[in-house]
């Protein structure tokens, strides 16, 4: 069956420390790749995207990610974090070309000043 | 541009009552997904529409679940009777396509809680 994991639950990190958050699916298929923030009391807003060419892409706020197609991954990565970035962030995937979002379960990330 | 509008913003209600949520998408717009977020669960995917028609229902939880789209910049969703366990947070969110996946908007959300 078609899903996404999220390997962290709960990331602690001091300011100015690397960040680095894993994202797995399981299909074979063509997938569209998604990572989402969701902000203390606030809706999900979209950081970056991949739909297809360069595996590396950059967001919004210094983030990127990459996709790994043999390792059916798509991390997301920031070099240094800021107590800014205290959010919820998930992983978000379409199997060929569905419009349906499968998410996984969300990595809180508490950064402290 | 004003986003997904969702209204409530907060609801709550006693058991048995009956809940509707309201969603406008983005103006132009032509995919409209309604999803719910517990702690349990995550975040699901309920009901989607394209063009005002519902394309895939799998995951209402139950009948008690319906959602409408009457026209393009409107739709609700229902939950008639509530029960303490449809307590959650529902967002809305809305694409455009241009002949394959596009990046889905999502509205503030509405809190619910059923006592």
């Known amino acids: 069956a078609q899903s996404v994991s999220q390997h962290n639950h709960h990331v602690i990190l001091s300011e100015a420390a690397s960040l680095e958050l894993g994202c797995n699916y399981s299909?074979?298929?063509?997938?569209?790749l998604f990572w989402y923030v969701q902000y203390p009391g606030q809706h999900l807003q979209l950081l970056l995207k991949?739909?297809?060419?360069?595996?590396l892409v950059k967001g919004i706020k210094g983030f990127e990610a990459e996709f790994i197609k043999s390792k059916f991954s798509f991390n997301l990565r920031k070099p240094s974090v800021q107590w800014s970035d205290t959010a919820e962030y998930f992983c978000?995937?379409?199997?060929?070309?569905?419009?349906?979002?499968?998410f996984g379960a969300g990595t809180t990330v508490t950064v402290r000043a | 541009d004003a986003g997904v509008i969702q209204s409530p913003r907060h609801e709550v209600t006693e058991m048995g009552q009956e809940v509707t949520l309201r969603c406008k998408p983005i103006?132009?717009?032509?995919?409209l997904f309604w999803y719910r977020q517990t702690m349990m669960r995550g975040l699901e995917l309920l009901i989607y529409?394209?063009?005002?028609?519902?394309?895939?229902d799998s995951g209402m939880p139950e009948d008690r679940f319906s959602a409408k789209m009457p026209n393009a910049s409107f739709s609700t969703l229902k939950i008639q009777p509530s029960e303490p366990r449809d307590s959650a947070v529902y967002f809305c969110?809305?694409?455009?396509?241009?002949?394959?996946?596009?990046?889905?908007?999502f509205g503030p959300g509405t809190r619910l809680l059923v006592l």
């Open positions: 969110a809305s694409s455009l396509s241009s002949g394959g996946v596009e990046t889905q908007y």
């Open positions: 299909y074979g298929g063509t997938v569209n």
């Open positions: 991949y739909f297809s060419g360069d595996p």
């Open positions: 978000a995937v379409t199997f060929s070309n569905d419009y349906k979002l499968s």
């Open positions: 103006s132009g717009h032509d995919y």
């Open positions: 529409f394209n063009n005002n028609v519902p394309i895939d």
